[in-house]
């Protein structure tokens, strides 16, 4: 029997004493395979889809890394900031302040909680954040939730850790994953890694994101980047 997940408040004393880890725009976070190419993937089809595009959501903004990829192609953003953790929007608000001429907001929020106004923004972005949700009704209202927020052609955009439906797949790909962190900082590390994602996340598989997307209202979906357990993709209202 696997011990129960963490609870939200045990999630956010984690992320309040690890905003340094975060806090490199070069790397992203070091423990996602591919997380600088996913981003920069991101942000070029995001500037690409809205070149006058004026207000944003970054949900789980952490440190303010994905925040500030996109505002290198989108200038002069309004940036709406949520996390859990009070020090890492206080870290996300003094990177963003500094490189947008637009408004900041940082609300210390659950997603979960969290009631934008309708058609408020022209972009979401979610960044390994979307693993903490545990059931699909999470899935479901939060998806619900960002769909309202967006403005008719409004679109959000997703990295995040993903599980395989197909057994012998996952177990593939897990492999490869601790491969990758292996090689990336040592055995140890590894087991450290893999230790509290048993503990703390409960990714959903691709396929599944994708079906809840679509009822939630997103007419297009598009898969961006794959690699092992981690998946970028993005939606359109």
């Known amino acids: 029997m696997k011990?129960?997940?963490s609870t939200v408040d045990e999630i956010r004393e984690r992320f309040d004493n690890d905003v340094e880890r975060f806090?490199?725009?070069?790397t992203g976070?070091?423990?996602?395979?591919d997380a600088p190419l996913a981003l920069e993937i991101i942000q070029q089809c995001a500037a690409a889809?809205?070149?006058?595009?004026?207000a944003m959501l970054d949900i789980g903004c952490g440190a303010g890394n994905f925040t500030l990829?996109?505002?290198?192609?989108?200038?002069?953003?309004?940036?709406?900031?949520?996390?859990?953790?009070?020090?890492?929007?206080?870290?996300a608000a003094e990177r963003v302040t500094r490189a947008t001429s637009g408004r900041v907001e940082c609300l210390q929020s659950d997603i979960r909680d969290y009631r934008p106004k309708p058609e408020s923004f022209d972009l979401v972005v979610a960044a390994a954040v979307l693993h903490h949700l545990r059931s699909e009704d999470e899935w479901?209202?939060?998806?619900?939730?960002?769909?309202?927020?967006?403005?008719p052609g409004g679109t959000f955009w997703v990295w995040d850790m993903i599980i395989h439906e197909t057994p012998a797949v996952q177990q593939v790909m897990w492999e490869r994953f601790?491969?990758?962190?292996?090689?990336?900082k040592g055995d140890e590390y590894r087991d450290h890694v893999f230790a509290y994602i048993d503990k703390e996340d409960s990714a959903a598989s691709l396929n599944l994101q994708m079906r809840?997307?679509?009822?939630a209202g997103f007419r297009r979906i598009e898969i961006l980047h794959k690699t092992a357990v981690f998946a970028a993709w993005m939606a359109a209202k």
């Open 23 to 26: 806090s490199n725009l070069e």
């Open 212 to 215: 809840l997307a679509e009822k």
């Open 3 to 5: 011990n129960q997940k």
């Open 49 to 54: 889809n809205h070149p006058h595009a004026s």
């Open 69 to 91: 990829k996109i505002l290198q192609a989108l200038p002069g953003l309004n940036c709406t900031l949520i996390d859990l953790s009070k020090p890492m929007l206080d870290r």
């Open 140 to 151: 479901r209202n939060v998806l619900q939730t960002i769909h309202a927020a967006l403005r």
């Open 178 to 184: 601790g491969r990758y962190l292996s090689a990336l």
């Open 29 to 33: 976070q070091s423990a996602t395979m």
